[in-house]
Each structure stands twice: as C-alpha cells, then as structure tokens.
C-alpha cells in the first residue's frame, strides 16, 4: 500500500503561481509513475501531469502544457506541480496519483481508474 499526501493549495488570483507538494510513503516502490490529476465541481476527473520513477520523462495535457511543471522533489518519494499563468478555470481539486506501471508514451491517456493510489487531494482557486 502507497500512501500519498498532498499539500499546497490555496487560493491566489488570475496569473499568480501556486507549487503542490505529494508526499509518498509505505511501499513506494509501487509508485513507479506519480501524476496530477483534478476535479472541478460538477466535472469528471481529468489528467494533468505524470512523471516517470527518475523524473526523466514527463507528460501533460494540453491545457497546461507550457504553464505547469511537475517534476521529483528533491525529498525521496516526493513530487511537486509548479502551476504559473493560473486561470480561473484551473480551479478544481488537485489529487495526486500513483501507480506500479511503468512510464510509456501513452501514459497521458490512462483514465484515472487505472491508477492504484490517491490522496486525499487538495483545492486550488484561482479568482479573476
């Protein structure tokens, strides 16, 4: 079992910056790919950012992409999502995920049930 807690969010305006934290612990050696996702209210789950076990390879969607970065942390089993350029349509629950499959090209595209772990997640609002 792979316990992952996140921390970071808040509230910050249009165009500001936030860093979300995920720290995993337990059987890590089971969070071969850590990722972001979130959920807006009355919206489903969506993919944000994945990362590989060396933080070598990296992933995003679109919607981010050239705004967000996610990277390892410099503590072990941790991971971090530097968000700048925030929009108010970024606001959403953020909850970090695990899972034991490796990285691979199509990675981006797995749903969110695919993955084993979760946190609890930790809200972002961006006001305009």
């Known amino acids: 079992q792979v316990e992952l807690v996140e921390s970071g969010g808040g509230l910050v305006q249009a165009g500001g910056s936030l860093r979300l934290s995920c720290a995993a612990s337990?059987?890590?050696?089971?969070?071969?790919?850590m990722g972001w996702f979130r959920q807006a209210s009355g919206k489903e789950r969506e993919f944000v950012a994945v990362?590989?076990?060396?933080?070598?390879?990296?992933d995003y969607s679109d919607s981010v992409k050239g705004r967000f970065t996610i990277s390892r942390g410099s503590a072990e089993n941790s991971m971090t999502l530097q968000m700048t350029s925030l929009r108010p349509e970024d606001t959403a629950h953020y909850y970090c995920?695990?899972?034991?499959?490796?990285?691979?090209?199509?990675?981006?595209?797995?749903?969110?049930?695919?993955?084993?772990?979760w946190g609890q997640g930790t809200q972002v609002t961006v006001v305009s």
């Open positions: 995920a695990a899972d034991p499959s490796p990285f691979h090209p199509g990675v981006a595209h797995r749903p969110p049930s695919d993955y084993d772990y």
């Open positions: 337990g059987r890590t050696s089971s969070a071969n790919i």
């Open positions: 990362i590989s076990k060396s933080g070598r390879y990296t």
